[in-house]
């Protein structure tokens, strides 16, 4: 249990690292205690980010990074879905083709397809939705994730 | 001295978290095709990687091209560079 005070940034263990290993010791070694520890170590460094002016825009450019990742890849899925339903070949803008997509059968336009068809056409689209579902609950928790942060401790 | 010797470790620094932002959209994107069945091709500097299944069938073929592999980039930088930038300019000293 007392190793896991290591996790807390170094100012922090300064000021309060001893008064913490007296009461960690005091502490039964159980899995919630530990819980808390590591949770208490992400405030700190919270806080120790929050308070550099450098240091919070640095965290804030990976926090960028990492959402505009996953609008590339809800772009990527979004591309193969649109490429299915409406035969779409080529992605560009102006004289830049960023991407070609060439589907592999036939492409159905909704209103043209029978009762049975739709069903087929729901089915063959299942992988891409649940994906495109994936992505889009990961990118709302990552953009929701800088004011759960706030609300901690 | 100081300055140039930071200025270098922030390009760097910048660099380097592209690269491996880029990296694991690649790995997502190839998990991806595998998932959705797709042959994907991805182009850059005049090369191409393709991920393809074994067997020859009719899948679709997804192509990335040298523009939208730079686009990707650029992009991700910019993503990044906006977001950093604004919470400089939005810092303010905890009360």
């Given at each position: 249990m007392k190793s896991l005070l290591r996790l807390y940034p170094r100012s922090w263990r300064k000021r309060y690292g001893q008064e913490m290993e007296v009461l960690v010791e005091a502490m039964p070694g159980r899995l919630g205690i530990a819980l808390d520890l590591v949770m208490g170590a992400a405030v700190a460094y919270r806080d120790v980010i929050r308070g550099n002016r450098v240091l919070a825009a640095a965290g804030a450019y990976l926090h960028g990074i990492c959402v505009a990742v996953l609008v590339q890849a809800i772009g990527f899925v979004s591309l193969v879905l649109a490429a299915q339903q409406w035969g779409l070949t080529d992605l560009r803008i102006g004289p830049f083709v960023l991407a070609t997509v060439v589907p592999s059968g036939p492409f159905f336009r909704?209103?043209?397809?029978s009762q049975a068809m739709w069903v087929a056409v729901f089915r063959s689209w299942l992988p891409e939705g649940i994906l495109l579902a994936v992505l889009l609950v990961a990118l709302a928790l990552l953009l929701a994730a800088p004011r759960l942060l706030r609300r901690l401790g | 001295m100081r300055r140039v010797a930071a200025a270098v470790s922030v390009l760097l620094l910048l660099l380097v978290s592209v690269a491996v932002a880029e990296a694991s959209l690649l790995a997502l994107v190839i998990l991806f095709s595998s998932i959705l069945e797709l042959r994907l091709v991805v182009e850059l500097g005049g090369r191409f990687v393709q991920v393809a299944p074994a067997t020859y069938l009719p899948f679709p073929d997804v192509s990335i091209r040298e523009a939208g592999t730079a686009a990707s980039f650029v992009f991700t930088l910019a993503c990044g560079l906006a977001a950093g930038a604004r919470r400089y300019r939005r810092w303010r000293p905890a009360p």
């Open positions: 909704l209103g043209e397809l | -």
